[in-house]
């Protein structure tokens, strides 16, 4: 049934290339910097890179950035449609929480209080963002540790040339959900800058799943304020200066577990980003010099013991602290030929304390500000372009870790133009993932872990019309991870730390296209077939947890005249393995949810939307005992000036 299904999908997506008009209004062929770190065109490298644009987020304004990014090929956010609030668990191709670096504006954002180092993508507003690259298969050549998986890079705004623009959006809907931006930017002279404050108060649905439907569990609120600043000067054609600043703090309730309802527990995350930028350009030479700090705090309180359990009392702070300097230096060495070299330094530190009291008397653990450590990395990369049509990246990355010591790792990328509309690409790379401050220090650590290392194999195939508005692209990949870093109880002594013991291997395949029907009518679609199991001395396990092995993605896109915007989007999930511990069969029906975007331009500065989400109202479970939003609605308008 399953194969069925894949084929089918298979060939609706692609018979509809020949439904193109060749006028369409979206040029897909776009300028991208994630895939290689150089200025360059979608259809010249060989890697797998997906661009969010603005106008697709516009189009789903009503949503969070997990629930956009959660529609790309290849990618099931776990937690994107739960209560607001909930910590999303990124998984690309699907490998494990922590092996996606996520980036903003190429600073990597990861955070060393957190067990894998994972950043919560709530902290970034819809407002914020000016567009999302995703770039997938192993990149940690160019970009380091924890990009086993793929890199998600999102790009913020950037002022406009008019001296002032003001903008603004405010929202409401379902679940007494506000959700509003305030922006004002533009460009005096050589000055830039960009400013943009975010809020979003909703009262929320109960985090926890009442399966007797008779308990009236508690609605749990959440609350967010972000800011955020963006300077810029230019002394000159050559030399300029930023300085971006980002601040976000938000508070809810939520629920000690699976099926479980508590009056007082309380989450507070609080993330503060800071980055300053040099930038020199000369004919065939740019020089990029950074330096951002990143800080976590994180705390979760626990204050009575309205909910039967083990805990009467439990609290739990976390702090992490990332610094990093990056210099990257991009040379045109001729006229088809860059090098890309790189010197990175990071340091990460946490400072951690729980505590926990039950009626067998208190319970503490704590991490100090020792926690830390330091990762310097140099790297080189070679891009050729256009020769005789064919395209090829070659890199390595030599990184040096405080504890641990040294490892390599490689890229071999090329792709030939069979024609100015068929291009067929490979990729053989390698990555690795740094042990987390959690694994090396905590009661568990193990200060003789080594990274995880992994080689990913990437074949395709990617098909343009005549005017690249409209494309058809496949990809086929697999992945072998050694080293995995897992959490291990010795059965005679019961003594627990992390080791390095199982392989992973996982394999994939995507299916992408966009189709034009007319100057205003668009069907993006995306299917994914995904698989993978453990090994640990030669015996397998099927271990994709919580991960479908199918998911498709279908929206079709069409202006109606007079400024309507009709958008009704259709996405299945197919069934997964439940989580190792939580409750229930061993596998999670398949599910579907259906939405439909209506957007209207009032004038050139006013657009007014009304955004509907699972309107078939189906009751599904990503995670086991946690509520999935049903029948969920936004409205809003949003202003320029």
């Given at each position: 049934m399953k194969r069925k299904f894949l084929v089918m999908a298979a060939i609706v997506i692609s018979s509809q290339l020949h439904a193109q008009d060749s006028s369409i209004v979206k040029q897909l062929d776009e300028v991208i910097v994630t895939a290689n770190r150089v200025e360059q065109k979608q259809s010249s490298t060989g890697k797998m890179v997906t661009v969010i644009n603005q106008e697709t987020l516009q189009r789903n304004a009503g949503k969070t950035l997990s629930e956009i990014i959660n529609y790309q090929a290849g990618i099931f956010i776990n937690g994107a449609n739960n209560n607001t609030g909930t910590n999303p668990d990124v998984y690309l191709r699907g490998a494990g929480t922590g092996n996606t670096l996520i980036l903003i504006d190429g600073i990597p954002v990861g955070d060393p209080s957190n067990i894998n180092n994972t950043y919560d993508l709530n902290m970034i507003s819809l407002g914020q963002v000016e567009r999302v690259e995703i770039l997938k298969g192993a990149q940690s050549t160019l970009w380091g540790s924890d990009a086993v998986a793929g890199v998600?890079?999102?790009?913020?705004?950037?002022?406009?040339?008019?001296?002032i623009n003001p903008t603004a959006m405010l929202s409401?809907?379902?679940?007494?959900?506000?959700?509003?931006?305030?922006?004002?930017?533009?460009?005096?002279?050589?000055?830039?800058?960009?400013?943009?404050?975010?809020?979003?108060?909703?009262?929320?649905?109960?985090?926890?799943?009442?399966?007797?439907?008779?308990m009236n569990f508690k609605n749990?609120?959440?609350?967010?304020?972000?800011?955020?600043?963006?300077l810029g000067y230019q002394f000159n054609d050559h030399f300029s200066v930023k300085a971006f600043s980002t601040q976000s703090k938000y508070h809810g309730s939520t629920d000690p577990g699976a099926f479980q309802n508590d009056k007082d527990d309380y989450f507070t995350n609080n993330n503060a980003l800071q980055n300053f930028e040099l930038l020199y350009v000369k004919k065939g030479m740019q020089l990029h010099l950074s330096q951002s700090f990143l800080q976590n705090s994180r705390s979760y309180l626990n204050?009575?013991?309205?909910?039967?359990?083990?805990?009467?009392?439990?609290?739990?702070?976390?702090?992490?602290?990332?610094?990093?300097?990056?210099?990257?230096?991009?040379?045109?060495?001729?006229?088809?030929?860059k090098l890309v070299s790189g010197f990175q330094r990071m340091s990460q530190q946490t400072d951690q304390h729980y505590l926990s009291i039950s009626i067998y008397g208190p319970y503490e653990t704590a991490?100090?500000?020792?926690?830390?450590?330091?990762?310097?990395?140099?790297?080189?990369s070679i891009l050729?372009?256009?020769?005789?049509?064919?395209?090829?990246?070659?890199g390595f990355r030599y990184n040096h870790h405080s504890i641990y010591g040294n490892n390599l790792t490689y890229t071999f990328n090329p792709s030939y133009h069979i024609s100015d509309f068929v291009k067929l690409f490979f990729n053989i790379s390698s990555a690795y993932k740094i042990p987390s401050l959690y694994q090396l220090y905590s009661e568990y650590g193990n200060k003789n872990l080594t990274p995880e290392k992994s080689v990913n194999y990437e074949i395709g195939l990617q098909v343009y019309t005549n005017n690249k508005k409209s494309n058809f692209r496949v990809a086929a990949f697999k992945r072998d991870i050694n080293d995995l870093i897992v959490f291990y109880t010795d059965p005679n002594t019961y003594a627990s730390?992390?080791?390095?013991?199982?392989?992973?291997?996982?394999?994939?395949?995507?299916?992408?296209?966009?189709?034009?029907?007319?100057?205003?009518?668009?069907?993006?679609?995306?299917?994914t077939y995904v698989d993978g199991e453990g090994e640990n001395a030669g015996i397998k396990t099927k271990n994709l947890y919580r991960r479908p092995n199918f998911i498709l993605n279908s929206t079709f896109t069409t202006?109606?005249?007079?400024?309507?915007?009709?958008?009704?989007?259709f996405r299945f999930i197919g069934d997964r393995l439940k989580g190792t511990y939580d409750a229930g069969s061993n596998k999670m029906p398949a599910y579907y949810t259906i939405d439909l975007y209506v957007g209207y331009a009032i004038s050139n500065k006013c657009r007014a939307f009304v955004d509907l989400k699972n309107i078939t109202n189906q009751e599904y479970f990503d995670i086991v005992g946690y509520n999935s939003k049903r029948f969920n609605m936004m409205t809003g308008v949003s202003l320029s000036f």
């Open positions: 998600i890079n999102i790009i913020t705004k950037k002022a406009e040339k008019n001296v409401y809907g379902t679940y007494q959900t506000f959700r509003g931006n305030l922006g004002l930017n533009g460009t005096i002279n050589k000055f830039s800058y960009h400013l943009v404050y975010d809020f979003i108060n909703t009262g929320g649905f109960p985090v926890a799943h009442d399966s007797t439907g008779k749990d609120d959440f609350k967010q304020n972000s800011f955020q600043a963006k204050d009575s013991a309205s909910v039967s359990g083990f805990d009467i009392y439990s609290k739990g702070d976390y702090h992490g602290k990332t610094a990093v300097t990056e210099l990257i230096g991009n040379f045109a060495l001729a006229q088809n030929i991490l100090g500000d020792s926690a830390k450590i330091t990762n310097v990395a140099m790297y080189h050729i372009t256009g020769k005789s049509g064919f395209d090829v990246e070659a730390n992390y080791i390095n013991r199982d392989k992973q291997h996982d394999y994939g395949i995507e299916l992408e296209s966009t189709i034009g029907f007319s100057k205003k009518s668009n069907w993006i679609n995306n299917l202006q109606l005249g007079n400024g309507f915007t009709v958008a009704p989007s």
